[in-house]
C-alpha cells in the first residue's frame, strides 16, 4: 500500500503516516509514503506506482485548516511540518485534495482516508471555516472507508482482508458508505437534519460523543441525502506490551533525505530527543480532540520499553545527552487509570478529573517517580525533561503529590513549568470541564514554596483561552484582575478559541446550547474575540496609566524611581505604554517572568517591595540594556525637544556620566539610568521624550499616550522627537 501525507516524512514516533507504515512493514506488508505531492501535477503522486492493496490519505499530523488558518481566519506563513518552514505544500482540506489527485491520475485503488482530520470529520460535523454543517469527509472526498482514531489494528485487519480477499466492512475502527442501515446500530439524525436544525446537530453529536468507548460503544449510522454514513464500533486499544511494540520500532528519528534536502523541519527539532510514556486522556477538556481520536481511556507502556527506548537513545553518537520531553497528552497520567473503567468502560454520567477527581480514580504518581528516576540513570544522559503539559488538579488530590512536584522541580523543569488552567471564571471553566481558580492558586502556592525549598529560580507558565463559548467580555476582564492581583504576571499565553471538529466545545459554538440542552453564549464576531483577548494581554499598558498617581503620592512600584515631596503636579512624571520596538527584542521577559535588575529593592512606604511586586505590577516587561544605548551630548538632542523643556529644574545625571537634562522632569526626582532610559523613550542613537508645557493642565488617563515622540492629550502635550 502507498501512504500520502500533508506533513513532510519525518521518520519517529510521533508521525503518524510512520507509525502506521512501520506497523505495517513489522506485520509483512511492503509500504510506500509519498509527503505533500504537488495537487497541480501528478509528477508527485504517480511516482511510486500503483499499489497493490490500497491507497491511504492523511492531512498530517494537525487537519489542514487548523495548519492553515488562525482563530481569526488569516492564513498562516508558517508550517512547522514542511521543510523550510513556509506554508506552500499542504492544501486546503487536504483529504478531500489528496483523494481527488489520486482519482485522476491513479484511480483503480481503494482509497481509505485516516489521520486526525478524517478522523474528527467522519459524521456530519460543523466546519468553523465555512460557518456551516458540512457532511462527512467520505461523502466529499469519495474515498472508499475511513479508518478512525488510531488506527494500527484497524489498517492492520484492513490490509489483511484485502490480501485474503474477504470482506473488510465489518472491521472494527472503520466508515463506510452503504444504502442499507446495519440490524442493531443506532441511527443519528441525518445530514440534511443536523444542516437545517441546530437541536438535531446536538442530539446527533450527543450520541456520537458517547459511543466512543471501545467497551461500551454501538454502531452508529447517518443519513446522508439516501446513503448511510456507516460507522463500525471503535477498535480496541493496544495492551500495555503492544504499546511498547510501536514505539520500539526501528525508527529513524529523521527528516527523510529526499524532503531534508528542501529545508529544516522544525517539528523534527521539538521531537527528536522526546519519548512517549502512554495513550489517551481522561481529562475530558471540552474544547480538545485528544480524548475523541485517542481516546479517554489512558494506556501506559512499560517502564522497561521505556528504558530500553532511552538506552537506544543514549547510544547515539549524535546524542546530546538531553531528553526533551518525558509524557504523553497529559505527562502525569502515566500509569494511573480507573480499574473499573478498564473492566466495564467509561462512565456516562460523570468524569474522572472535571471540577474535582472521581474517587474511584486512586491517583498516585510513584510509579512515573520511580520510572524518572531510572531514566536519569541511565549512562549518557545528563539532563531529563517533562515538557508535556501537567494536571496540578491531579498533583493536588494525590496524597503524595508534593514528592512528585519536587521531583520535577528538582530535576526535569527547565525555568518554567507548563500549566493550562484556561480560565478563572467559574462559568467558563464548567463549560470547559476545568477546575475552579482555588485549585489553581493552590497549585502556585505549593509550587513556589517546592521551588524554594529546593533553591530553583522557577516560574509557571499560564496558558488561557479567549472567546471560549459561556466566556463574555466581563470573564476575560477577571481573568485579568485574577492575573494581576493573584498570580502576579501579565499573560501572553493567551490565545482565541478555535472551533476544531467533533469537540464538545465546537458543538456549544454552533448550537448555542451545551451538551444539556440549556442556552450557552458564544461570541462569534472576530473583532469581539480578539477584544477578549486584549482585555488580558493589552492590561499591563493600562495598569502603567494607573499607576502614575501612586507613583506621585510616594507609593513607588517603579524599581528605581524614588520621587521627590515637590512633585505634585501629574505631569511631571509620566510612564510609557509598554514599547513595541523591535530594539527591545534581546531583552523581552519570559511570560510571567521577573527579571532582577542592579538597583535592588524598592522604597515604599518606608518599607521594602520586593521585585517581583514590582514586575506583577505590569509596568517594566522590557528594559532597554544599558550598553547599547548612545550617549548623546545636550547638542545633539532634537531642537524641538530643548525649546519644550525650559521648565527643568536642573540637570539629572548618573555616576556613568550620561546625559539627564532632555529629562523634562524637576530636579526633586532622581532615576537609574535604566529607568530613565525605559521611562523616556530614548532610543538607540535618537532621544524620544514627552516634552510637557509647565503651565498647561494634561491628562494622564488619556488612553493612547505614545512611546516613540508621539504623547496626545487634550491639554498639554504635543508631537516631539
Not at 400 to 413: A, F, K, M, P, S
Amino acid at each position: 500500500m502507498i501512504l500520502v501525507s500533508g506533513d513532510t516524512y519525518t521518520d519517529n514516533s510521533y508521525n503518524g503516516t510512520a507509525v502506521i507504515g512501520h506497523w505495517l512493514m513489522e506485520n509483512g506488508f511492503r509500504v510506500g509514503i509519498i509527503a505533500q505531492p504537488r495537487t497541480d501535477v501528478p509528477d508527485d503522486i504517480t511516482r511510486l506506482g500503483m499499489p497493490e492493496l490500497f491507497w491511504s490519505v492523511s492531512s498530517g499530523c494537525v487537519d489542514s485548516m487548523v495548519a492553515n488558518y488562525t482563530a481569526t481566519n488569516k492564513f498562516r506563513k508558517d508550517d512547522d511540518f514542511t521543510p523550510g518552514g513556509v506554508n506552500d505544500r499542504r492544501p486546503d482540506r487536504a483529504c478531500i485534495a489528496y483523494t481527488n489527485l489520486i482519482k485522476k491520475y491513479a484511480k483503480g485503488k481503494p482509497i481509505i482516508l485516516g489521520g486526525i482530520e478524517a478522523s474528527l470529520r467522519r459524521l456530519a460535523h460543523y466546519d468553523y471555516w465555512s460557518d456551516s454543517i458540512r457532511r462527512s469527509v467520505l461523502f466529499d472526498s469519495k474515498a472508499d472507508a475511513i479508518t478512525y482514531g488510531m488506527a494500527e489494528l484497524s489498517n492492520l485487519r484492513l490490509a489483511q482482508c484485502m490480501r485474503d480477499g474477504v470482506d473488510w466492512k465489518d472491521t472494527p475502527g472503520l466508515c463506510y458508505a452503504s444504502s442499507q442501515f446495519p440490524e442493531g446500530y443506532l441511527l443519528l439524525p441525518s445530514y440534511e437534519e443536523c444542516r437545517s436544525d441546530r437541536s438535531k446537530y446536538l442530539d446527533a453529536f450527543r450520541t456520537f460523543y458517547r459511543n466512543c468507548d471501545p467497551i461500551t460503544a454501538k454502531g452508529l449510522a447517518q443519513d446522508n441525502g439516501g446513503r448511510f454514513l456507516i460507522q463500525n464500533p471503535p477498535q480496541r486499544l493496544l495492551t500495555s506490551e503492544e504499546l511498547d511494540g510501536v514505539y520500539e520500532m526501528d525508527f529513524e528519528n529523521a527528516v527523510h533525505p529526499y524532503y531534508l534536502k528542501d529545508g529544516k523541519v522544525k517539528a523534527m527539532e521539538t521531537v527528536r530527543n522526546s519519548i512517549t510514556t502512554h495513550r489517551g486522556c481522561y481529562g475530558e477538556c471540552s474544547f480538545c480532540a485528544i480524548a475523541m481520536h485517542q481516546g479517554s481511556t489512558v494506556v501506559s507502556r512499560s517502564e522497561d520499553s521505556i528504558i530500553r527506548e532511552v538506552e537506544r537513545m543514549a547510544s547515539d553518537p549524535h546524542f546530546n545527552g538531553i531528553i526533551q520531553d518525558v509524557g504523553g497528552p497529559t505527562a502525569n497520567m502515566y500509569g494511573i487509570e480507573c480499574a473499573r473503567k478498564l473492566k466495564h468502560g467509561a462512565c456516562q454520567d460523570k468524569s474522572c478529573l472535571g471540577d474535582s477527581p472521581c474517587p474511584s480514580l486512586h491517583i498516585d504518581h510513584g510509579r512515573q517517580i520511580a520510572l524518572l528516576k531510572r531514566i536519569r540513570a541511565v549512562p549518557g544522559v545528563r539532563k531529563v525533561f517533562v515538557n508535556s503539559g501537567i494536571r496540578y488538579d491531579m498533583i493536588l488530590a494525590d496524597r503524595n503529590g508534593d514528592d512528585y512536584l519536587e521531583t520535577l522541580i528538582r530535576y526535569h523543569v527547565s525555568g518554567q513549568m507548563k500549566i493550562a488552567p484556561e480560565h478563572v471564571s467559574r462559568r467558563v471553566l464548567r463549560a470547559m470541564g476545568k477546575p475552579g481558580p482555588d485549585k489553581l492558586l493552590e497549585f502556585k502556592s505549593d509550587f513556589d514554596s517546592c521551588a524554594e525549598r529546593c533553591g530553583k529560580d522557577l516560574f509557571l507558565t499560564y496558558y488561557f483561552i479567549a472567546a471560549h463559548p459561556g466566556c463574555h467580555d466581563e470573564d476575560m476582564q477577571e481573568l485579568s484582575r485574577f492575573c494581576h492581583s493573584k498570580l502576579r504576571m501579565n499573560p501572553e499565553q493567551v490565545q482565541i478559541f478555535t472551533p476544531t471538529p467533533s469537540t464538545v466545545s465546537t458543538c456549544m459554538y454552533c448550537t448555542g446550547m451545551d451538551m444539556d440542552g440549556k442556552r450557552i453564549f458564544s461570541e462569534h464576531s472576530v473583532q469581539r474575540k480578539r477584544k477578549q483577548k486584549e482585555y488580558v494581554v493589552r492590561s499591563g499598558d493600562a495598569r502603567n496609566r494607573c499607576l502614575q498617581s501612586r507613583v506621585l503620592e510616594g507609593r513607588v512600584p517603579v524599581r528605581g524611581v524614588q520621587c521627590h515631596p515637590e512633585a505634585q503636579d501629574a505631569h511631571e512624571l509620566l510612564l510609557p505604554h509598554r514599547p513595541r520596538s523591535h530594539h527591545h527584542r534581546a531583552d523581552r521577559l519570559s511570560p510571567g517572568r521577573s527579571r532582577p535588575g542592579p538597583q535592588g529593592p524598592v522604597l515604599r512606604d518606608s518599607r521594602v517591595v520586593q521585585r517581583e511586586e514590582v514586575r506583577s505590577a505590569g509596568v517594566f516587561h522590557e528594559i532597554c540594556d544599558d550598553r547599547r544605548l548612545r550617549r548623546q551630548e545636550p547638542s545633539q538632542v532634537h531642537p524641538e525637544v530643548q525649546e519644550h523643556n525650559v521648565h527643568s529644574a536642573g540637570q539629572v545625571q548618573g555616576s556613568d556620566g550620561f546625559d539627564r537634562e532632555a529629562a523634562g522632569f524637576r530636579s526633586g526626582a532622581a532615576f537609574g539610568h535604566r529607568e530613565l532610559v525605559h521611562l523616556m523613550g530614548i532610543q538607540y542613537g535618537q532621544v524620544q521624550v514627552r516634552a510637557v508645557q509647565p503651565d498647561v493642565p494634561c491628562d494622564i488617563d488619556q488612553p493612547d499616550i505614545g512611546f516613540r515622540g508621539c504623547a496626545r492629550s487634550r491639554g498639554g502635550f504635543r508631537r516631539v522627537s
